[in-house]
């Protein structure tokens, strides 16, 4: 009897325990390197359990389970465990999402939990795991950087390395982060092979490869940050075990590295000496202006080229325009770039072609023109100036002619600038010289598949067709209403004929009332005409019009009428089968 008791006591309690399923979390921040752990906790023995999706990290070892249960001074507590490690795979806020697990019948959910996920971090090791200790020792991602206290719009580069000791080796890796230039204009060199080369680090020989390089220009003064690089590499790790031949097991791991951040020191370009016409170019510069030709005759054009070549910023400055005579009407320049971008910079040519126009015969300068930059060699600001340039206009109207023609109000003929290139041709056609393949285009499969969707169409059509053919009643009904309006069509063009007209009245009147009393023209006695005209509630007086009408037309055709009568009876006919259209029902 006591053994019951117990049991009915512990069943109780049993049944008012409270269910509790929640998540717990080794961390809430971690860097981008850092590993997760997660448990799931149950204090219930439930089943089907389903794990969330983990969005933003990636699961690098578990499920592992744990049950445990304890009985304290005649207390039980049970405890179930669902473990995880997590790693992220970006950073920013991520959210765990609900795991859910099944508990007589009921559904139990964990609450969402947020995790905060930073730059990867410098990781303590831990001394019992040898993996972890191999990797730490013998891995490493470097950014060299050329220059960390370069002036603005001054070039570094920027390279990744990643080495290895000859103790591990790698199989893979991915990017978890890319660097972030903020204020700086950045390019990359492109790495057509991943070489593997030998260099020193740390005093020790080791293996690395170029990941990435980049060319950077600080757009302004004071500290500026680059986002470090981060990685997640394949390893393979030596052992201190052996195998049956002697040779060291590997073990497969992961590590994540990280560049770190780097803070570069932008120096402003010095106030003194800077001139009032500095765009901004940075380098080592040189600078001409070459008209293509200086003696014109009436209506030619030149080009004049303004051009840059060295090394610097070449894209981020402007070059000076021109200033010519108002005679010298010049247009809108056409920009050319040729220049390549290496680890040392950018270098090459820009230029400025300008088309100009005289407008009258004479001798106009252009002006020098000045280009500044900075010089880094130096230090100090240089300006470099063109020298003037005289355009000779040979012939043509001149300026003082224009000034007298003007003033006496005789007007000559003068070419304008718009006339120059009227012959032009400005619309142009262009052709794709790539040619799209016909096999597994739209119009492919369109033609493929037509028939067969044409085929519920036809099929559709098929079964109308029958059915209108099969109708003998309606086929003959509509074939007497096409009749009437035919030969009605064709009295309103013999109206000038009187044999033709009647005869095609005539036919008209039969005809439309075969359609609408459905008889043969066997049928179509005075008495029987009447007869059914009266039974289809057709008015008595239209009735006699219409039989007098029938009778007139056979007598007309051999009796003599003028065209006035004609008329009156075409005008006749309309109204009655007006009338009867209405009348009959």
């Given at each position: 009897?006591?053994r019951?008791?117990?049991?009915?006591?512990?069943?109780?309690?049993?049944?008012?325990?409270?269910?509790?399923?929640?998540?717990?979390?080794?961390?809430?921040?971690?860097?981008?390197?850092?590993?997760?752990?997660?448990?799931?906790?149950?204090?219930?023995?439930?089943?089907?359990?389903?794990?969330?999706?983990?969005?933003?990290?990636?699961?690098?070892?578990?499920?592992?389970?744990?049950?445990s249960?304890?009985?304290?001074?005649?207390?039980?507590?049970?405890?179930?465990?669902?473990?995880?490690?997590?790693?992220?795979?970006?950073?920013?806020?991520?959210?765990?999402?609900?795991?859910?697990?099944?508990?007589?019948?009921?559904?139990?959910?964990?609450?969402?939990?947020?995790?905060?996920?930073?730059?990867?971090?410098?990781?303590?090791?831990?001394?019992?795991?040898?993996?972890?200790?191999?990797?730490?020792?013998?891995?490493?991602?470097?950014?060299?950087?050329?220059?960390?206290?370069?002036?603005?719009?001054?070039?570094?580069?920027?390279?990744?390395?990643?080495?290895?000791?000859?103790?591990?080796?790698?199989?893979?890796?991915?990017?978890?982060?890319?660097?972030?230039?903020?204020?700086?204009?950045?390019?990359?060199?492109?790495?057509?092979?991943?070489?593997?080369?030998?260099?020193?680090?740390?005093?020790?020989?080791?293996?690395?490869?170029?990941?990435?390089?980049?060319?950077?220009?600080?757009q302004?003064?004071?500290?500026?940050?680059?986002?470090?690089l981060?990685?997640?590499?394949?390893?393979?790790?030596?052992?201190?075990?052996?195998?049956?031949?002697?040779?060291?097991?590997?073990?497969?791991?992961?590590?994540?590295?990280?560049?770190?951040?780097?803070?570069?020191?932008?120096?402003a370009?010095?106030?003194?000496?800077?001139?009032?016409?500095?765009?901004?170019?940075?380098?080592?510069?040189?600078?001409?202006?070459?008209?293509s030709?200086?003696?014109?005759?009436?209506?030619?054009?030149?080009?004049?080229?303004?051009?840059?070549?060295?090394?610097?910023?070449?894209?981020?400055?402007?070059?000076p325009?021109?200033?010519?005579?108002?005679?010298?009407?010049?247009?809108?320049?056409?920009?050319?770039?040729?220049?390549?971008?290496?680890?040392?910079?950018?270098?090459?040519?820009?230029?400025?072609?300008?088309?100009?126009?005289?407008?009258?015969?004479?001798?106009?300068?252009?002006?020098?023109?000045?280009?500044?930059?900075?010089?880094?060699?130096?230090?100090?600001?240089?300006?470099?100036?063109?020298p003037?340039?005289?355009?000779?206009?040979?012939?043509?109207?001149?300026?003082?002619?224009?000034?007298?023609s003007?003033?006496?109000?005789?007007?000559?003929n003068?070419?304008?600038?718009?006339?120059?290139?009227?012959?032009?041709?400005?619309?142009?056609?262009?052709?794709?010289?790539?040619?799209?393949?016909?096999?597994?285009?739209?119009?492919?499969?369109?033609?493929?598949?037509?028939?067969?969707?044409?085929?519920?169409?036809?099929?559709?059509?098929?079964?109308?067709?029958?059915?209108?053919?099969?109708?003998?009643?309606?086929?003959?009904?509509?074939?007497?209403?096409?009749?009437?309006?035919?030969?009605?069509?064709?009295?309103?063009?013999?109206?000038?004929?009187?044999?033709?007209?009647?005869?095609?009245?005539?036919?008209a009147?039969?005809?439309?009332?075969?359609?609408?009393?459905?008889?043969?023209?066997?049928?179509?006695?005075?008495?029987?005409?009447?007869?059914?005209?009266?039974?289809?509630?057709?008015?008595?007086?239209?009735?006699?019009?219409?039989?007098?009408?029938?009778?007139?037309?056979?007598?007309?055709?051999?009796?003599?009428?003028?065209?006035?009568?004609i008329?009156?009876?075409?005008?006749?006919?309309?109204?009655?089968?007006?009338?009867?259209?209405?009348?009959?029902?």
């Amino acid at each position: 009897m006591k053994r019951y008791l117990i049991l009915v006591l512990i069943s109780f309690q049993t049944l008012l325990a409270q269910v509790q399923f929640e998540a717990k979390v080794s961390k809430t921040t971690l860097g981008l390197n850092e590993r997760l752990r997660i448990d799931f906790v149950m204090n219930m023995d439930g089943d089907n359990f389903t794990q969330p999706s983990f969005e933003g990290f990636r699961i690098i070892a578990g499920p592992s389970q744990q049950v445990s249960q304890s009985w304290v001074n005649g207390k039980s507590s049970f405890e179930k465990i669902y473990s995880y490690y997590l790693l992220p795979n970006q950073k920013g806020n991520l959210i765990i999402r609900q795991a859910a697990i099944e508990y007589n019948g009921q559904i139990y959910k964990t609450s969402p939990i947020k995790i905060t996920v930073t730059n990867a971090v410098q990781e303590d090791r831990d001394p019992n795991d040898a993996s972890q200790i191999s990797a730490d020792d013998n891995l490493y991602l470097v950014a060299d950087i050329s220059k960390i206290n370069p002036y603005i719009n001054e070039p570094i580069t920027v390279v990744y390395k990643l080495y290895f000791s000859y103790n591990i080796g790698i199989t893979n890796w991915r990017e978890l982060d890319k660097p972030k230039y903020n204020d700086f204009w950045s390019q990359n060199i492109d790495i057509k092979q991943l070489v593997g080369e030998e260099g020193m680090f740390k005093g020790e020989k080791y293996r690395f490869v170029v990941l990435r390089k980049t060319v950077l220009y600080p757009q302004k003064s004071g500290k500026l940050v680059i986002e470090p690089l981060s990685l997640d590499i394949d390893v393979q790790l030596p052992t201190n075990r052996r195998d049956m031949f002697g040779r060291v097991v590997v073990t497969n791991g992961n590590k994540r590295v990280s560049a770190g951040a780097k803070t570069i020191a932008v120096k402003a370009l010095p106030e003194t000496g800077k001139p009032a016409d500095f765009s901004g170019a940075v380098g080592k510069f040189d600078f001409k202006v070459i008209p293509s030709k200086t003696n014109l005759k009436n209506g030619e054009s030149l080009d004049l080229m303004v051009s840059v070549t060295g090394s610097g910023n070449m894209k981020l400055f402007t070059l000076p325009k021109p200033v010519v005579p108002s005679s010298l009407e010049m247009y809108d320049p056409v920009h050319d770039e040729k220049v390549n971008t290496t680890l040392s910079g950018m270098s090459g040519k820009i230029s400025d072609k300008y088309t100009i126009i005289p407008q009258f015969k004479g001798n106009y300068p252009i002006k020098p023109m000045q280009f500044s930059y900075f010089d880094l060699g130096s230090g100090t600001y240089k300006t470099i100036t063109s020298p003037e340039i005289m355009i000779n206009v040979m012939d043509g109207p001149s300026a003082n002619d224009q000034v007298a023609s003007t003033t006496s109000g005789t007007s000559k003929n003068i070419i304008s600038a718009s006339e120059q290139f009227k012959y032009v041709k400005l619309d142009t056609d262009l052709i794709s010289m790539k040619e799209d393949d016909f096999f597994g285009s739209k119009t492919f499969y369109s033609l493929l598949f037509l028939p067969f969707l044409m085929l519920p169409l036809i099929v559709l059509l098929k079964k109308k067709k029958d059915t209108i053919n099969s109708d003998v009643f309606g086929n003959r009904i509509k074939m007497n209403n096409r009749l009437a309006k035919k030969y009605l069509s064709e009295a309103k063009k013999q109206i000038n004929n009187k044999e033709p007209f009647y005869v095609a009245l005539e036919k008209a009147m039969h005809n439309f009332l075969k359609a609408k009393l459905h008889i043969e023209t066997s049928d179509m006695s005075k008495s029987n005409i009447q007869q059914l005209l009266a039974s289809k509630n057709a008015g008595a007086q239209t009735v006699i019009d219409f039989i007098n009408l029938t009778e007139n037309c056979e007598l007309a055709r051999f009796a003599q009428s003028s065209s006035a009568d004609i008329q009156k009876d075409f005008d006749k006919a309309v109204m009655i089968i007006s009338d009867l259209e209405k009348q009959i029902s």
